[in-house]
């Protein structure tokens, strides 16, 4: 982790803390457990990065990529988009296969003309952040357009939640408990695993929902 991403991190931290979240940019641990189901991968693949930031798992995405796959990587802050831009022009580590497709998009998800299903849905925006019905829209928005059989991950800070209930005022108190009351809905429809990350800073948890199969609770269908 660079000095210049941490202090682009932080200073964006402090400009827009609804859309970072965090203090720090995701360690390589985090990554590491962010994206780990992309070991499965057996053929061409499609991912979809729901918050790049400034790279932390971007990085770690790029190795399992091969000539046919895809990342679309949608950053919703310019600032964040531009200097992840720069590091795909001039780090070693983020130097793609040949034959790989990787987009940079400066957008907001709930805005983004999705016209595709991805196999893997790598997410790490701050959902407790959000208001809850946003967050209603954002993980039906990534269940829809993750594949039958697909994988979503998202991260969790641990402790920062409940210190954050602790000192806010009743709005803000009612909002968090409606959000998790949302995502427990969804992860009891479509967890199947979840592992903690100490070296982190805070620690966090990762999540991993599968979308099944067979998954009757999507009836509009998007292009292959």
Do not use: C
């Not at 798992?57 to 310019?78: C, H, K, M, Q, Y």
């Not at 600032?79 to 040949?98: G, K, T």
């Not at 983004?112 to 993980?139: A, G, R, W």
């Amino acid at each position: 982790m660079t000095t210049q991403n941490k202090f682009l991190f932080w200073q964006q931290f402090q400009k827009n803390f609804f859309h970072v979240g965090a203090v720090l940019p995701s360690s390589a641990a985090l990554g590491k457990a962010a994206t780990f189901y992309l070991s499965e991968k057996k053929e061409n693949i499609k991912v979809l990065e729901a918050g790049a930031g400034t790279g932390s798992f971007t990085r770690e995405i790029l190795p399992f990529l091969d000539a046919g796959d895809s990342l679309d990587a949608v950053e919703i802050n310019p600032d964040l988009i531009r200097h992840l831009y720069l590091r795909f022009q001039s780090e070693p580590d983020f130097q793609v296969a040949n034959g790989v497709d990787v987009n940079l998009i400066n957008a907001d998800l709930l805005q983004f003309p999705f016209n595709k299903q991805y196999d893997y849905i790598i997410f790490s925006l701050p959902m407790t952040n959000f208001p809850s019905q946003m967050v209603e829209e954002v993980l039906t928005l990534m269940m829809k357009h993750l594949k039958p059989g697909g994988v979503f991950s998202y991260v969790k800070y641990i402790f920062i939640g409940q210190v954050k209930y602790m000192y806010s005022q009743s709005e803000t108190k009612a909002n968090m408990k409606n959000t998790q009351e949302i995502i427990k809905r969804f992860a009891d429809q479509y967890q199947f695993d979840r592992k903690v990350v100490g070296a982190n800073v805070p620690p966090t948890w990762v999540h991993y929902w599968r979308k099944p199969i067979q998954d009757t609770s999507e009836s509009d269908t998007v292009e292959e």
